[in-house]
């Protein structure tokens, strides 16, 4: 899956692998919220991202009908892991269950700490939100650059 900026300027390729991921562990979470990281790495002009990889939620995860904690158990051994093979920390996906795929003030809130967050190394995250259930879903993707937010639209 390939999405764009309205004005071309970003664009985040989805592997087929990572939705296949997403809808497994969408799966698993029945009626509650999920979510975990995107990974992969950005074209020599950093114009799109390429996501080939998400996590699943870490163990220290916590979880609710209309909210979503993401923990951080293990996900540094495995960055640090694939750092190596130039696949990196590219922003973050999680499920609204059987809502819109509409970033909610908290998580635009979140993005914005990551993009501003050194440690993070992702001036540019991405915030990917599925919306309904694995039977009828939507998918929105955004890009935190600057303090704004641009969506980028499925082609």
Known sequence: MKFQSADTRFSMELADAALTKILETIQQAEDEETGGILLGYYTRSHATA?????????????????????????????????????VYYLGEWHLHPRALPTPSEDDKTEMFTISRTTSYQCPEPILLIIGGSVEAYSIRTFVFVNGKVTELMLL
């Open 50 to 86: 390429r996501v080939m990889a998400v996590t699943g939620p870490p163990v220290d995860s916590k979880k609710g009908r209309s909210w979503f904690y993401r923990g951080m158990a293990g996900l540094r051994q495995l960055l640090e892991a694939l750092w190596p093979q130039k």
